[in-house]
């Protein structure tokens, strides 16, 4: 399996852009997760996904953030407008089902909002 | 509020010698923990994980302890490598699927 699939692996916009970053989850699995990486902050959930049903999404910053997941093979976390303290690595992660623990990160995307 | 805490931000240590990454969390319905390795560019990966019904777990040079009563967990490697040299991020699990991660602890290990 090719393990989590995001893009694009960096994005680089300018303030007031809307941004959209991608996420391909591991075949079968059943749960998504987003998470922003911050030095301050380390690892925060924005959102996650059960049977693409978003579950909790009050770690969602502002209405700028959205997230969807329109099948089990794909899911968007869009920002608009983007501003530069939205800057940070973006990363997406599967879990297999509600019995496991282990999830499973995607390379990440570093999002620079100038 | 930060419910998983790394206070120690960097360690460095002497390749062969042991390291320990330490963690504290605070919510006691947390009943699973792992610890996650990051090299840079890369996305976190799962490196070793214990119960809440167990206080070690060991697997090769890597071992965790669970400490319930004080809400303290640790990661012990040793003998330390060169490539061991990363990011450790600390998470808890309770009822849901979510994790909480900790701000994690750059190690680095001096050939």
């Known amino acids: 399996d090719a393990g989590v699939i995001q893009s694009p692996r960096h994005e680089v916009t300018e303030m007031g852009q809307e941004v959209t970053l991608r996420c391909k989850p591991i075949?079968?699995?059943?749960?998504l997760f987003w998470y922003r990486q911050t030095m301050m902050r380390g690892l925060e959930l924005l959102i996650y996904f059960n049977n693409n049903v978003p579950i909790d999404d009050s770690g969602m910053p502002e209405d700028r953030f959205s997230a969807k997941m329109p099948n089990a093979s794909f899911s968007t976390l869009k920002i608009q407008p983007s501003e530069p303290r939205d800057s940070a690595v973006y990363f997406c992660?599967?879990?297999?089902?509600?019995?496991?623990?282990?999830?499973?990160f995607g390379p990440g995307t570093r999002l620079t909002v100038l | 509020d930060q419910q998983v805490k790394q206070n120690s931000p960097s360690l460095s240590v002497q390749e062969g010698r042991i390291s320990i990454l330490n963690c504290d969390y605070t919510n006691s319905m947390f009943d699973y923990f792992l610890w996650y390795k990051k090299y840079p560019a890369e996305g976190p990966t799962f490196l070793i994980s214990?119960?809440?019904?167990?206080d070690k777990n060991e697997d090769g040079r890597f071992t965790v302890f669970l400490n319930k009563s004080a809400k303290h967990l640790s990661l012990h490697i040793v003998p330390s490598q060169p490539g061991d040299s990363a990011v450790y991020f600390c998470a808890a699990k309770g009822g849901a699927n979510n994790l909480f991660f900790g701000t994690g602890t750059r190690l680095t290990v001096i050939p």
């Open positions: 992660a599967s879990l297999a089902g509600t019995i496991y623990n282990e999830q499973f």
């Open positions: 075949s079968g699995h059943n749960s």
């Open positions: 214990i119960s809440s019904i167990k």
